[in-house]
């Protein structure tokens, strides 16, 4: 658990390690994916991250007051049942933005003449590899690069005189929505500003806030700089539409790293190789930092010894997992959200029962948080496994609001089934209190 002496971050570091959280390749390339076929509607994903910052707000103090993150939170009050199956939907969470590395990756090196399956392969055996190093330091250099991608990409938009199209955006956002289907708009904007409200990521930041003032602060700068952030790969994408520089055969995934390359002067120029690095390096960064998490998680449950063995044999299951859902492909946002859902709709019913307890509105039993969360998660990881691999059965066209629906619906069901087995046979002792 945290302490108060471990609150040193001022206004502007928690601002830009709350965006260093979010902003990577899915961010970037996912957007690029979009706004390639929908135009400015390409920025719905990244505008929801800074909608859901914004939202954050609200629960921003609960979370610097509280210390510890939700599964601990949760798993002291309603028992180890509820932190395991928390700490194991975050997991999973997580096997989806590594898969979504993995792609990114692979689509970098395209631009190379590198081919896709290959390039898939060997980039999840390294991530497997440098997760199990003890490099935890070289995060300050994948972060670096990360602000150095930011620069490329104004760069860039600068050179291909884009200001306009970038200026152009927000006045063009809502009406160009009108080319994504209803269902698609709802899911990804609920799943992205949901998970964004109860993200772990954040909140290890969050907690090292030095005052309520700075915790405000910068959270709303992090809200806006997302703001600012989320036109900007778009941007780039129309900027380079209305300059014909992308050819026909270029694909929505390759978008950026291209426009990079062709801006840098080639693959075998240095400015060109520098901006490719800037991508491909980060991709390695995250892709095995996430590796290293889940295997610490699965680590922590105490299920299995800890051990070299184990560490080797647990990254190697995690990366394996990452990669069947990598080759499977899809678009980057559609995977990255669906992964979203089935952790929030899991979550949020229990979270916000633990809520209601906590501000004395309604305690529900210790069975009826139990039952919400493991229907909900049940249900949620069935439609997520089922829409991956068969799309077409989604309902409304959205995987990420069918498993939102089914997995919330079924946490709701759980929880007041359990709440009336506690009120028609009640314990023989009171657990809770308000």
Request: glycine share 8%; aromatic share 12%.
């Amino acid at each position: 658990m945290n302490s108060s002496s471990d609150r040193h971050l001022g206004l502007f570091s928690l601002a830009a390690l709350l965006i260093s959280a979010h902003y990577g390749l899915g961010f970037v390339l996912g957007t690029a994916e979009k706004a390639l076929t929908l135009g400015a509607a390409g920025s719905l994903y990244p505008l929801c991250i800074a909608l859901g910052t914004f939202a954050l707000l609200g629960l921003a103090q609960f979370y610097w007051q509280q210390v510890d993150q939700i599964w601990t939170v949760l798993g002291d009050r309603y028992g180890s049942f509820v932190k395991t199956l928390i700490a194991l939907m975050s997991w999973l969470s997580l096997i989806g933005i590594d898969a979504v590395q993995i792609i990114a990756g692979a689509f970098i090196l395209k631009v190379l003449s590198l081919p896709i399956l290959p390039s898939m392969v060997g980039l999840a055996f390294i991530f497997l590899l440098i997760s199990l190093l003890p490099i935890e330091k070289a995060g300050v250099v994948f972060k670096a690069l990360l602000v150095f991608n930011i620069g490329s990409l104004i760069y860039a938009l600068l050179t291909l005189h884009g200001l306009p199209e970038y200026a152009a955006i927000p006045s063009q956002f809502l009406p160009s929505l009108t080319q994504v289907g209803w269902g698609q708009v709802v899911g990804v904007s609920l799943s992205t500003v949901s998970l964004v409200m109860i993200d772990m990521k954040y909140q290890q930041y969050i907690v090292q806030a030095k005052t309520i003032p700075t915790l405000y602060g910068g959270s709303l700068l992090a809200a806006l700089g997302f703001m600012v952030l989320a036109f900007l790969p778009t941007a780039l994408v129309l900027a380079a539409q209305r300059s014909d520089l992308l050819p026909m055969e270029v694909t929505g995934k390759e978008v950026i790293p291209y426009i990079l390359v062709t801006i840098g002067g080639g693959k075998d120029h240095l400015l060109g190789f520098l901006f490719l690095l800037s991508l491909v390096v980060p991709a390695l960064g995250i892709g095995s930092s996430i590796l290293r998490i889940q295997t610490k998680t699965i680590l922590d449950l105490g299920w299995f010894p800890v051990s070299p063995l184990s560490r080797w044999l647990i990254a190697l299951f995690n990366a394996s997992l990452a990669l069947t859902i990598a080759l499977k492909g899809g678009e980057i946002v559609t995977l990255i959200a669906s992964f979203y859902a089935a952790y929030v709709s899991a979550i949020w019913i229990p979270f916000i029962a633990y809520l209601l307890t906590h501000f004395q509105v309604y305690a529900f039993s210790k069975l009826s948080v139990q039952l919400s969360l493991g229907i909900g998660s049940l249900s949620a990881m069935m439609i997520l496994i089922i829409t991956l691999f068969f799309p077409q059965i989604a309902l409304w066209d959205s995987a990420e609001l069918t498993i939102l629906v089914m997995g919330a619906g079924f946490a709701i069901l759980g929880l007041f089934f359990g709440e009336a087995i506690a009120l028609w046979i009640p314990a023989p002792e009171v657990e809770e209190e308000l």
